[in-house]
């Protein structure tokens, strides 16, 4: 049996589990902030606990391979497309619930960061504003450690609440069990964050405000717009990454659609309507010049599907 032909009746059989929760050819590079890629041979969104049952008992079945994403901000789809499961949690995980006298925020996986952000210091509490700027999910900056401005998920998070697809089983990970380092964690590629409690510390809100409105403007002024997700590249130690490919002269580099921005060198951009494959070779370039010239071997923030 032929391997498309195997792939095939694993789909088939995915899609009898699933029945109308599952969808078919979705444009996957449409949900992240590039722009651009493939399509997914399944697409699930998650709205209750019962849908996730039910894509753990595909995984346990069909064996297909997963993809969880939350809002695409640090995800790159090759053009040929994902031929398995990918997986986003719906509107219903998106709740929010602010103990403004206890410092406590219990909030959905899928709570956009800048929301937060804002609702937290609108309830006087401070220590999330760096969020604002970030485009993804609680669930997603869990998973990586997502910061900024001097902030990072590992100060604010006391627990997770996680749902494994390999285990088909809930489970609350508390600080400590989370080993959070420098844009990672110990979340697993087959866990989905379903929420998280965060303890803040408590402030003036128009001091918070003003510092949202800081941190907006930086980055408008220091980071390019367009079709891009932010850092590409994790910071080596004692020194940035973007400073090392600005001394390489590779700002303005270009491979096909994408280019190395003029603004941030740290930022790559993809033209409308262009490749992931060209933002992919301009990723292995960069690095390549990067490692040859400077000696320093650069690790995506990227996380790269079907290369």
């Known amino acids: 049996m032929s391997s498309t032909n ?3 009746q694993r789909l088939n059989e995915a899609q009898q589990i699933l029945g109308a929760l599952g969808q078919t050819d979705v444009d996957l590079g449409g949900v992240t902030t590039y722009r651009v890629g493939g399509k997914t041979a399944l697409f699930v969104k998650a709205s209750s606990e019962d849908d996730l049952q039910k894509i753990a008992e595909v995984r346990l ?6 993809l969880v994403i939350g809002k695409g901000s640090n995800l790159l789809v090759a053009d040929q497309g994902f031929p398995g499961l990918t997986v986003a949690l719906g509107k219903e995980f998106e709740g929010m619930e602010i103990d403004a006298r206890g410092g406590r925020i219990n909030v959905g996986g899928n709570a956009a960061l800048p929301v937060v952000a804002r609702k937290t210091v609108a309830e006087e509490l401070a220590g999330f504003e760096w969020a604002v700027g970030v485009p993804g999910s609680i669930g997603g900056a869990v998973r990586m450690n997502a910061g900024g401005h001097g902030g ?6 006391e627990s997770v609440r996680i749902f494994d697809l390999e285990k088909s089983a809930y489970e609350i990970r ?11 964690s110990r979340i697993q590629p087959s866990e989905i964050v379903l929420g998280a409690t965060l303890k803040l510390a408590f402030g003036e809100r128009s001091a918070g405000e003003e510092l949202l409105t800081e941190i907006v403007q930086w980055r408008r002024e220091n980071q390019p717009g367009g079709q891009n997700a932010g850092s590409v590249f994790v910071n ?3 020194e940035s990454a973007g400073s090392l490919i600005e001394k390489l002269g590779l700002k303005g580099l270009r491979v096909g659609s994408a280019s190395v921005s003029d603004k941030h060198a740290n930022f790559f951009q993809v033209d409308p309507g262009g490749s992931a494959n060209d ?4 990723m292995n370039q960069v690095a390549h010049r990067v490692y040859a010239e400077a000696g320093v071997s650069l690790k995506t923030e990227i996380q790269r599907v079907g290369f």
């Open 236 to 238: 080596p130690d004692g």
């Open 174 to 184: 508390v600080l400590s069990e989370l080993a959070f380092g420098y844009r990672q």
């Open 6 to 8: 195997e792939l095939n």
């Open 152 to 157: 990072d998920m590992a100060a604010s998070v």
């Open 279 to 282: 933002v992919n070779e301009l």
């Open 61 to 66: 079945r069909t064996g297909l391979p997963v």
